[in-house]
């Protein structure tokens, strides 16, 4: 009996030490512990959704709030989208008035992103404020703004790093949302990660980007700002290449991004374009097509947050703050930014309406943006919400291409022939002539 315990003892801890070499072999960085999800600190996806949704039924005259569902190839997705406007007309959406369109939780893992957009909506229906703004002087910068946030962009995506797999950025069938947009599409990089940076099969192959692809195009924002974590720096275009954008637009840009590092990073946040930022190129991001093709005046992507010294494979740490008094400073200097930019943006409506006046006949956008932004949702005298074309819009596409594909082999048929009939001409007189 001793001598079977002694041999069951000796397998028992051999085992554990092949598979703690494993472990070690495959990790690599052991000497680290991986952080889970602080449950106390983020609620759940839904936890969260549903705490905003009752926050919008419980300010009617502040907020409201509308879920779009689509999907292609068995793969489907849905995105809630908050609109914030104070003292709405029946022309809720008018033009008179500063648009800004904001974007959380593009890649799934960056929980904090998300937090973010429920305190900026907390603030926005006046159920928490901020200690460094004057309500008053609050109230009248907010009369001139309508506001949509996104508050979860990658729903698919953040349910599965929920189930534990904390270093998913991508959404539900892989595909990273910010390399998905048409701006220099599926250019790889020497150093091209397929896990971390896969484009898709095609430029907005993906639900959540097409989605956002015709919010934007419908709601044509004075200002966009797409918020991830993982660093802190405040970027402005390009991401696809290391220059940023000529003329007035670029130096607006950074006079705000500098103002708000100023304010609110203590200037230690990076500022510039993103491409020549990071350190390496990002293609196919959204806010180079929020600037390059929807003209959005004001593009920028903020990053939020970052834990350097967080182990490689502890994603959760290096992009969430772990303990409550970092995770409230977070909330609170980056809600502040934002409402620096709601206080800051109306100051340049004038400019930005000249801009809109003389650009939209310069707006250029494919077929497929027109079937999907512009005829997709028009609203009815009554208010309802009619979808255009929404059914069978692929088809239309469909067949729309093959028009055109016919159009030019007719036209080539047609050519060919008249060619072949011009040059018989001269070869038949040719003959006679040396008959006779």
Not at 43 to 48: K, M, T, W
Request: charged share 25%; proline share 4%; net charge neutral.
């Amino acid at each position: 009996m001793t001598m079977r315990r002694r041999t069951f003892s000796l397998f028992y801890y051999s085992s554990l030490l092949i598979v703690s070499f494993l472990q070690i072999f495959v990790h690599g960085d052991h000497n680290h512990t991986v952080i889970p999800i602080n449950r106390d600190l983020y609620h759940s996806s839904g936890d969260l959704m549903e705490m905003i949704k009752s926050l919008v039924d419980r300010h009617p005259d502040k907020l409201t709030m509308e879920t779009i569902k689509t999907g292609n190839k068995g793969y489907s997705a849905e995105i809630s989208v908050v609109t914030y406007c104070r003292r709405r007309r029946k022309d809720v959406e008018g033009r008179s008035k500063f648009r800004i369109l904001l974007s959380f939780g593009q890649h799934g893992r960056e929980l904090i992103t998300s937090e973010l957009a429920l305190r900026i909506l907390s603030i926005l229906s006046e159920e928490q404020f901020l200690p460094t703004m004057d309500p008053a002087s609050l109230n009248s910068t907010l009369d001139d703004l309508v506001i949509k946030v996104v508050p979860m962009e990658n729903l698919n995506g953040r349910k599965l790093v929920e189930a534990g797999d904390l270093c998913e950025r991508r959404n539900g069938r892989g595909v990273d949302l910010n390399r998905n947009w048409s701006v220099d599409w599926g250019k790889k990089e020497k150093d091209f990660d397929p896990y971390e940076e896969n484009p898709g099969y095609a430029p907005f192959s993906e639900p959540e980007t097409q989605i956002l692809r015709k919010l934007a195009i419908s709601f044509d924002p004075h200002v966009w700002v797409n918020v991830h974590s993982g660093m802190e720096a405040l970027f402005m275009p390009y991401d696809h290449k290391n220059t940023t954008p000529e003329g007035l637009s670029s130096q607006r840009m950074r006079r705000l991004l500098e103002e708000i590092n100023k304010a609110h990073c203590h200037n230690h946040c990076m500022i510039g374009s993103g491409g020549g930022s990071v350190g390496y190129l990002a293609h196919g991001t959204a806010t180079d097509y929020m600037f390059d093709v929807v003209r959005v005046p004001m593009a920028f992507t903020f990053e939020i947050y970052g834990d350097n010294t967080a182990s490689s494979n502890d994603c959760f740490k290096m992009f969430n703050p772990v303990d409550h008094s970092t995770f409230n400073g977070v909330l609170n200097s980056w809600s502040a930014a934002f409402f620096t930019i709601f206080k800051l943006g109306p100051n340049h409506l004038d400019e930005f309406q000249e801009k809109t006046s003389a650009s939209n006949l310069d707006k250029l956008v494919s077929i497929d943006e027109y079937l999907d932004g512009y005829l997709m949702e028009r609203t009815h005298r009554s208010g309802k919400k009619m979808e255009v074309l929404d059914f069978g819009m692929q088809e239309i596409r469909t067949y729309f291409r093959l028009f055109l594909l016919s159009s030019v082999l007719l036209m080539f048929m047609f050519c060919s022939r008249i060619s072949k009939s011009k040059c018989s001409r001269p070869i038949v007189s040719s003959f006679a002539a040396a008959s006779h």
